[in-house]
């Protein structure tokens, strides 16, 4: 049976970036994210090379929507082998300028989401031969930056956090829990927040699907610690 990827974040991106390249090793990808005419456009990419993708559109802020995902799933009758947490959202603002609604917002969708849908289809992780949770983290979650992202880098050191815990939690059963943790990438929620942004400092969406396929293809039993990866000319 061709192998099942979850990406979250899938329709534009990273996340697309990442299905695109599962489904050339016979993965077959989930697209969930918020837009079903971005998710479409993927999975006609995803038809273009002679594979198959399915459609999931939901927020993944609200609970009643990641339950019904996780219904839809195992509707399916298959297991999942991977979950790539690929959405988030960026803020840039000084501490002044974040209120509490705003704060709410971003650890919301890049902390909050990934907890909800991981503790959602945990159960059909837990019946993959070979299961694999990957973290799309961020630098910021190891240093502070003081560019005016104290809400992002919470939430994305809140996600590290969770990662390093689930990791230890789940090691018994052998499902992988791996952060990776990139600097600044090609996309649009990047080129949206810092549009002026040296390009020999950023990384290719490309790099990061190729690492992520790296990942869950391991062995069952081998994992890997959080990958940093960034540009040499950024610290």
């Known amino acids: 049976m061709t192998h099942t990827a979850v990406i979250t974040g899938a329709g534009q991106g990273m996340g697309r970036a ?49 339950e019904q995902v996780y219904q839809q799933i195992t509707d399916m009758g298959r297991p999942v082998d991977m979950l790539i947490n690929c959405a988030g959202e960026s803020f840039i603002k000084p501490i002044s300028e974040t209120d509490l609604e705003a704060w709410a917002h971003v650890l919301a969708i890049n902390l909050t989401a990934p907890y909800q849908v991981t503790r959602a289809l945990l159960p059909l992780l837990r019946q993959s031969p070979n299961a694999s949770i990957v973290n799309l983290v961020s630098k910021v979650a190891t240093k502070g930056y003081g560019a005016g992202v104290t809400a992002y880098t919470a939430a994305k050191t809140g996600l590290l956090g969770f990662t390093r815990a689930l990791a230890a939690e789940l090691a018994r059963e052998e499902i992988r829990v791996v952060a990776l943790t990139p600097g600044p990438v090609d996309t649009p929620m990047r080129r949206a927040a810092t549009p002026d942004f040296d390009p020999k400092l950023i990384i290719k969406e490309q790099t990061i699907a190729d690492l992520v396929a790296y990942i869950v293809t391991l062995p069952r039993g081998t994992t890997m610690g959080e990958v940093l990866v960034g540009s040499m000319h950024y610290d």
Do not use: M, N, Y
């Open 18 to 66: 990442i299905a695109l390249k599962l489904a050339t090793l016979d993965i077959h990808p989930i697209l969930i994210g918020r837009t079903s005419s971005k998710l479409e456009s993927v999975a006609h990419e995803i038809e273009l090379l002679g594979a198959q993708a399915t459609v999931l559109p939901a927020d993944l802020t609200d609970a009643a929507q990641v």
